[in-house]
């Protein structure tokens, strides 16, 4: 079964307009963590924010924010004030066994920001 | 400059040639890790370690090797190439059991198989 899931192969917005960003996760685990990753064109993978279960607030990071509901499963990214630059491919994934570090990673969506 | 560093960014090789791809990382980080990123697949871990001489499988794990013998490096080996090994690799390396600590991420190696 598929442990994390990105329903949007691929999103458009206008430029400075805010998007969400979908992943829904699967885990029998009270301890989790939840990351999201963002993938330029030239291919590098940049981490932009973490959320763990336990954590009571939202994260945020500058224009980038976590909609985190536990009960639901789901750790949507929201980023607020769309820039050209923030066109990438964008990954959601989880780290549930901290005995491994392993992070689990969703298939991906692409956004494209047009002006 | 914390980093990770891989290479080659591009490698273009024909099946049953042995290769190697180097990653090295100078954050004293325990944990490396290999992924294969392929469309619509999202990323896959191919193998692991945990520290020095400690390596373990991962989700994609037939046909490539791995060697953990110095903290730094953490080496994918490809003794026999084939076709469907064309992907995109990246190495990434993190501190052991910090559940807030984000993988560090390589540059990535695009490899061709013909």
């Known amino acids: 079964a598929q442990k994390i899931t990105q329903t949007q192969p691929g999103m458009f917005v206008q430029e400075k307009e805010a998007v969400t960003l979908d992943c829904t996760y699967d885990?029998?685990?009270?301890?989790?963590?939840l990351f999201w990753y963002k993938q330029p064109s030239s291919g590098e993978m940049i981490f932009l924010i973490y959320?763990?279960?336990?954590?009571?607030q939202n994260a945020t990071e500058g224009r980038y924010s976590l909609n985190f509901q536990k009960a639901r499963k789901s750790a949507n990214l929201v980023i607020s004030a769309s820039q050209l630059g923030d066109s990438a491919m964008y990954f959601c994934a989880m780290r549930e066994d901290y005995n491994t570090d392993k992070l689990i990673f969703g298939t991906g969506t692409r956004l494209q920001v047009f002006p | 400059e914390a980093q990770v560093t891989q290479n080659p960014r591009y490698l273009i090789t024909v099946t049953g040639k042995k290769l190697t791809v180097t990653c090295s990382q100078n954050?004293?980080?325990?944990?490396m890790s290999w992924y294969r990123q392929d469309p619509g697949l999202g990323l896959r871990q191919i193998y692991y370690s945990m520290n020095v001489e400690v390596t373990d499988k991962g989700d994609v794990p037939e046909g490539y090797k791995v060697s953990r013998k110095e903290k730094r490096n953490f080496p994918l080996i490809l003794e026999s190439p084939s076709p469907n090994q064309t992907s995109l690799y990246f190495c990434a390396s993190t501190i052991r059991g910090r559940r807030n600590s984000p993988l560090h991420f390589g540059n990535g190696t695009r490899l061709t198989v013909t």
């Open positions: 954050m004293n980080h325990e944990y």
């Open positions: 959320q763990g279960s336990y954590d009571e």
């Open positions: 885990t029998s685990d009270q301890s989790y963590g």
